[in-house]
C-alpha cells in the first residue's frame, strides 16, 4: 500500500467490552463532545477533537445500547438492558433522573430545542419524555410494529424516525399526531438511521446496501450497494461529498456520496465495526467496534497531518478546547475506577 494513504487513528481505549454506539455534540463554546455506549454498561464522554477522556458516567447494571448529548452538551441520556433510560449532568456525572421502562431500551434521542427525550427499546413502544417534568408519565407513540432499534427527531422536533431490530424500513411519526406519516422501504432491518446536520438526508444502513432519502419528500435519493454487511454509515456534515460505512469486514469504507465509488478503506479494528459518526465538522470521524475500542480518524485529505495524529494527547490543527474548560468539565466528575486500563493510552501502544 502506498505509505501516503495510511491513516493513522486516535485509538481511545477504556471500555471492557464491545462499543455499541457513538454520538458526537454539535460545536459549543467548549469544543465538541463524544459519548460512548458500550456493553460494559458505562458510557464515556471524550473531547471530541483529541479523544481524551473526560469522565464516565457510572449508574447502569446492564449493557448500554445507545447514548447521546443535547444540543448544548450540557446533559447526557443513554438506555440500557437494564430496562431504564437515564438522563445525566455531563458536567459532574451525576444521574439528573432514571426513566423506568418494562424491557430494554435500545435508542435514545434528545429533541433539538433539548425539552424531551425520545425513548424506544424491545417494549415496540416509542416514548416521549418532558425533561422539564421528568415525573410526569411519558407520551406514548403509536406502537412500533417491531422492537425498536434507532430514534431520531427531525423537521425541527415535528417528526419522529424509528427502526426495527427485526423488520426492513424507517417508519416516520408525526408527533402531534403519533401516526405514522411515511416509511422508507428497505429489504433488510435499518440497523443505523442519521439525519443530516443540514436536515436535507436521511443517511440509513441495512443489510449490504447504504441509502440516501430526502428528508421533506421522504423519496429515495441514492442506494449503494456495500462490500460487506454495514451495520452503520454517516455523511460528512459540511460538503455532503462523502460518506463512510462500516460492518462486520471490521474496515472503514469511505465513498463518493455522488458516484458511490470507494475513495479510501481504513484498517485497525481488530472487530466487526457498529458504529461510526462524522465529528461536526467533518474533519475527523469515530469509529466504535467489537474490539472495545474507538478509532478517531482524520477524514483527509490531510496526508501531511495524518502522522500527527497518533496520540490521544496531540490535537491536530485548531484546538478549540483550553485546558481551563476541560477542567470544569472534568471538575467534580465520577472518575473512572483505576482498573480501567489507560483512556489516555497512545495509539502507537495498540
Known amino acids: 500500500m502506498d505509505k501516503k494513504k ?18 458526537y455534540s454539535p ?21 471530541g477533537e483529541t479523544g481524551d477522556w473526560i469522565g464516565t458516567f457510572e449508574g447502569h447494571k446492564g449493557a448500554v ?29 451525576d444521574v439528573l433522573h432514571s426513566f423506568e421502562h418494562k424491557h430494554i431500551v435500545r435508542a435514545c434521542a434528545f429533541s433539538e430545542d433539548t425539552h424531551h427525550l425520545l425513548t424506544g427499546g424491545v417494549e415496540k413502544i416509542l416514548r416521549i419524555f418532558d425533561l422539564n417534568r421528568p415525573d410526569a408519565p411519558p407520551r406514548e407513540v403509536d406502537n412500533s410494529p417491531g422492537s425498536v432499534r434507532t430514534v431520531a427527531w427531525l423537521h425541527s422536533d415535528q417528526t419522529i ?19 405514522i406519516v411515511s416509511t422508507l422501504e428497505t429489504k433488510s432491518p435499518v ?13 440509513t444502513a441495512d443489510g449490504t446496501t ?27 456534515p459540511k460538503l455532503g461529498n462523502k460518506f463512510i460505512a462500516g460492518g462486520e469486514d ?30 461536526p465538522g467533518g474533519e475527523s470521524y469515530a469509529s466504535g467496534s467489537e474490539d472495545g475500542t474507538i478509532r478517531i480518524w482524520q477524514s483527509g485529505p490531510l496526508n501531511h497531518n495524518e502522522h500527527d495524529t497518533s496520540t490521544a494527547n496531540g490535537p491536530t490543527g ?33
Open 210 to 236: 447504504v441509502k440516501f432519502w430526502d428528508a421533506n419528500h421522504f423519496g429515495l435519493v441514492k442506494s449503494y450497494d456495500m462490500p460487506c454487511n454495514v451495520e452503520s454509515a454517516s455523511l460528512e
Open 6 to 23: 495510511v491513516v493513522v487513528p486516535l485509538v481511545c481505549h477504556g471500555h471492557s467490552r464491545p462499543v455499541v454506539d457513538l454520538f
Open 250 to 279: 471490521m474496515w472503514i469504507h469511505m465513498f463518493d456520496f455522488h458516484t458511490g465509488e470507494e475513495i479510501g478503506c481504513n484498517k485497525g479494528h481488530h472487530g466487526p465495526v457498529h458504529c461510526l459518526r462524522f465529528s
Open 161 to 179: 424516525l424509528s427502526s426495527c431490530t427485526d423488520i426492513g424500513g424507517v417508519r416516520l411519526w408525526d408527533v402531534r399526531s403519533g401516526k
Open 318 to 350: 485548531k484546538v478549540k478546547v483550553t485546558a481551563d474548560e476541560v477542567t470544569q468539565k472534568i471538575e467534580g466528575f465520577h472518575i473512572a475506577k483505576e482498573g480501567k486500563p489507560g483512556e489516555k493510552e497512545e495509539a502507537a501502544d495498540a
Open 191 to 203: 440497523t443505523s438511521a442519521e439525519v443530516s446536520q443540514d436536515g436535507r438526508y436521511i443517511t
Open 65 to 93: 445500547w445507545s447514548c447521546c448529548l443535547d444540543t448544548n452538551a450540557l446533559r447526557a441520556a443513554s438506555g440500557s438492558a437494564d430496562f431504564t433510560a437515564k438522563l445525566w449532568d455531563a458536567l459532574t456525572g
Open 27 to 47: 460545536i459549543t463554546p467548549d469544543g465538541f463532545f463524544l459519548i460512548s455506549a458500550s456493553k460494559d454498561s458505562t458510557p464515556m464522554l471524550r473531547n
